[in-house]
């Protein structure tokens, strides 16, 4: 059984620390391949030296017979996660061929850029940092993405017959109970995971109508968690995203638990066989060549295909997504399990406030066993959770720093301290709904003002990259490639939404040009025709120290505070930028994600 329990927890902790600690193992489960996709091949030379990093420090198995694999899209066009996971299938097949079909394959959907996790957007969203609480066995307080999942799916895998390709993403955390007969999951040759969750939720997300004649489903729904079983039923439609009305104009949908309140079933996860891995090599030889994109989910989990357009005038998308369909569902009898798993949670980080609330949220916290207070002194932490304030890798003087109350902040490798001696003033205020990462705020700062103020929805974090080509411009003759970048953004800015440089904004309402070094217009299109995004917007200077670069992101933060207080408006100076040394160049997320590499 996998339940998200702490013991279980624990027991999956124990079990991972051993497979750490051997090179081969006798009778036990682990996964043969592990599958990462990439986007182009800078992420996958990117993602080639994060696995490279993890396994010489320990971090994730290296045994004899598993393999680490991180296979890029093609270059050139967009092809989606369906694409991508066809392109993985045909790598897969080609390299082991028919003995694919003793493996156990997790495939790890991790392409793309992040933009809405700007703080992992260089390194990937995979490689985040999860908090998972204390544990005296381990160093650190924290796992990354990649290392939880695998933990996670321990129990799980024992279940998947060998030639199964187990497909998620990277930004998603199922927590399950499984307890099923082996067998049963055996016999199926696609299977979706569904998990009870709201209509909101489901609007969201691929919502799942059930083949349940006798109200199975929900009538287990209405037991105690712990007495809830797996249940294995056929799909009889997909919805991808539908809206709250549509899923009440379906039968079938909408269920009831034992308080009255609805719920749908959503998915997360599926797997399938060898059996199904031919039919995709089939498809991907039939729809080639690739000019558009696919989805994972809403297109390879649809049973039905709803258009009554003739073939010859469809477009090449949806003669596709007809094949996908015809292939996988109308022959033989194929159908789509469902695993109904009443007893689970399904939790995705994909953006920065679904990040900070995750962290933080009591019930996540219990079912990880993470320590919700820690009495004492704050500095010399390794973890700690403390009210709303997630903690790792943190040393904070509660002398000098306060936090907003009541409300979520999140700091990772945080140092806050004074160089001033018994300093016992607040004189460092974070506000909250806030990601710092990577970031030392000092005393010594204030020289910018009399306090050092970080904003509500703030994201601050700072890097330290090299270029690795020469696609960067700048203002500076400077040969140098590399320094640190302090970016700062809004938790709840949409990263991706395109104005004309004049009417981009940041933290929902500030005019970006109002904040900005005016040395940095030398490289910026104002004209309206030309559109940015904060994602792709060249505003944050690269420096040659990382004071230097966190000391100018806090100008920007004051310029920002400033805007929003319409009663007092205050000039603030930034140094002459075409005399100052430390400056190399200005950036955007874009161009250190697509271009650079990160150095420790």
């Not at 124990?14 to 682990?30: P, V």
Request: glycine share 4%; aromatic share 10%.
């Amino acid at each position: 059984m996998i339940c998200y329990t702490t013991s279980n927890r624990q027991s999956n902790l124990r079990y991972y620390d051993n497979l750490l600690s051997q090179k081969s193992i006798n009778n036990q489960e682990f996964w043969d391949i592990i599958v990462l996709t990439s986007g182009n091949l800078h992420q996958k030379s990117l993602y080639e030296r994060q696995i490279k990093r993890k396994l010489e420090n320990n971090e994730i198995p290296n045994l004899e017979n598993l393999e680490y694999h991180v296979i890029a899209d093609p270059p050139g066009r967009q092809i989606g996660s369906g694409g991508s996971t066809l392109f993985a299938i045909k790598f897969l097949h080609d390299k082991y061929g028919s003995n694919l079909e003793q493996k156990k394959v997790l495939l790890i959907h991790s392409g793309g850029y992040s933009t809405r996790l700007p703080h992992v957007s260089i390194l990937g969203k995979l490689f985040m940092k999860v908090p998972i609480g204390s544990d005296s066995t381990r160093e650190r307080d924290w796992l990354e993405l990649f290392d939880l999942k695998l933990i996670i799916y321990i129990e799980l895998i024992k279940h998947l017959k060998k030639g199964t390709v187990f497909l998620t993403s990277s930004d998603t955390i199922e927590l399950m109970s499984i307890n099923v007969e082996e067998t049963s999951l055996h016999n199926a040759s696609f299977v979706a995971l569904a998990h009870p969750s709201t209509l909101h939720i489901g609007s969201t997300h691929g919502v799942f109508k059930i083949k349940d004649d006798f109200n199975q489903c929900q009538n287990d729904m209405k037991k105690q968690p712990k007495d809830r079983e797996c249940l294995i039923k056929l799909c009889k439609e997909y919805l991808h995203k539908p809206s709250i009305e549509i899923m009440r104009n379906h039968d079938e949908i909408i269920h009831l638990d034992k308080n009255g309140n609805e719920f749908v079933y959503t998915d997360s996860t599926y797997f399938f066989d060898y059996n199904a891995i031919k039919i995709f090599l089939q498809i991907l030889d039939e729809i080639q060549p690739l000019t558009y994109e696919l989805e994972a989910w809403s297109d390879f989990l649809k049973t039905k295909f709803k258009t009554h357009t003739i073939i010859q005038e469809m477009t090449t998308l949806e003669k596709a997504q007809f094949t996908i369909i015809k292939k996988l569902y109308s022959s033989d009898n194929r159908e789509l399990n469902v695993l109904i798993l009443n007893n689970s949670k399904f939790y995705h980080m994909g953006t920065m406030l679904e990040y900070i609330n995750v962290s933080v949220d009591p019930q996540f916290k219990y079912e990880l066993g993470i320590i919700s207070f820690v009495q004492g002194e704050l500095s010399n932490n390794r973890n700690l959770t403390k009210g709303n304030i997630c903690m790792m890798n943190s040393q904070i003087n509660e002398n000098i720093a306060s936090f907003e109350e009541s409300v979520p902040i999140i700091l990772d490798n945080v140092i806050i301290h004074s160089t001033v001696s018994n300093e016992e003033n607040k004189k460092i205020l974070i506000g909250g709904w806030s990601i710092l990462s990577n970031i030392e705020l000092n005393t010594s700062n204030l020289v910018i003002s009399e306090e050092i103020r970080v904003p509500n929805y703030t994201c601050m974090f700072t890097s330290f990259l090299r270029r690795i080509t020469s696609e960067i411009s700048s203002f500076s003759s400077s040969l140098e490639k590399e320094g640190y970048v302090t970016f700062i953004f809004g938790t709840n800015d949409d990263m991706k939404a395109s104005y004309s440089f004049n009417s981009l904004v940041i933290y929902k309402n500030i005019l970006v040009h109002k904040i900005i070094h005016s040395q940095c217009l030398k490289n910026i299109q104002q004209e309206d025709e030309h559109k940015y995004a904060l994602w792709n917007v060249p505003i944050f200077p690269m420096t040659r120290t990382k004071e230097q670069s966190i000391r100018l992101a806090l100008l920007m933060l004051n310029k920002i505070e400033n805007e929003r207080n319409t009663t007092k408006k205050e000039e603030v100076g930034y140094d002459n930028i075409e005399e100052n040394p430390e400056i190399i160049m200005f950036v955007s997320l874009k161009m250190c994600v697509e271009t650079m590499e990160v150095l420790t």
